[in-house]
């Protein structure tokens, strides 16, 4: 069984930072891709940044030059450090992994979510 655990959210003015993190754990032989995505409320999810098991980066948009995913392979956690919050941030992040098992199976998991609300 695969765990993925988030923490980091919370109320931050405009303007502020924030960093998430979230710790994969459980039967893992080995993490793929990782991420985190976010959905605000009446809106569909969308994806905000991905990082390989070789550290190669993505990032939508909106979020480039603000937002930083890096991981700690030898802990199995993805981070997200958000800079420069603004209003329209807000939203419940979840994070993602590609997890293979010690049963050899690849499979998809995801965070329960963390609320980030950026206002005054």
């Known amino acids: 069984q695969v765990q993925l655990v988030e923490s980091g959210g919370g109320l931050v003015q405009p303007g502020g930072s924030l960093r998430l993190s979230c710790a994969a754990s459980g039967s893992i032989k080995s993490i793929n891709v990782m991420g985190w995505y976010r959905q605000a409320q009446g809106k569909q999810r969308d994806l905000v940044a991905t990082?390989?098991?070789?550290?190669?980066?993505k990032y939508v948009d909106s979020v480039k030059g603000r937002f930083a995913i890096s991981r700690d392979n030898a802990k199995n956690t993805v981070y997200l450090q958000m800079n420069s919050l603004k209003p329209e941030d807000t939203a419940v992040y979840s994070c993602y992994a590609w997890i293979q098992d010690y049963g050899l199976v690849y499979a998809s998991y995801w965070g329960q979510g963390t609320q980030v609300t950026v206002s005054s």
């Open positions: 990082i390989t098991s070789a550290g190669s980066t």
